[in-house]
Nanobody, 124 residues
Framework: QVQLVESGGGSVQAGGSLILSCKGSGRTPGPYSMGWFRQVVGGQREGVAAIHTDGRQMYADSAKGRFTISRDNAGDILSLHMGNLQPEDTATYYC??????????????????WGQGTQVTVSS
């Protein structure tokens, strides 16, 4: 059974940086994608960045140039380096994993395993 545990959330001022990490356990027959999503209260869960086992990456327009997604060589730890954070980045951030897939989706509907979420708060 796949389990995902996020860490690294917190509070920062606008312009600051944070690194989110996601530790995964359990085996997923590859290829697959892993991604970061965020959600505000009352809002929909939106894709921020995703990475495939072959290294391809996808970013939401809001993340391009500011956020970087990466995985360690073993594929057990997924990271999201977030820079130049703005108040609109405030949300609960979730790590997620697909099953067998050949592309890099940013739609939550393609992801089958989810972490519990970590809060990111950016003050102006």
């Amino acid at each position: 059974q796949v389990q995902l545990v996020e860490s690294g959330g917190g509070s920062v001022q606008a312009g600051g940086s944070l690194i989110l990490s996601c530790k995964g356990s359990g085996r997923t027959p590859g290829p697959y994608s892993m991604g970061w999503f965020r959600q505000v209260v009352g809002g929909q869960r939106e894709g921020v960045a995703a990475i495939h086992t072959d290294g391809r990456q996808m970013y939401a327009d809001s993340a391009k140039g500011r956020f970087t997604i990466s995985r360690d060589n073993a594929g057990d730890i997924l990271s999201l380096h977030m820079g130049n954070l703005q108040p609109e980045d405030t949300a609960t951030y979730y790590c997620a994993k697909t099953g067998y897939i050949l592309w890099v989706p940013l739609s939550a509907s393609h992801y089958t395993n989810w972490g519990q979420g970590t809060q990111v708060t950016v003050s102006s």
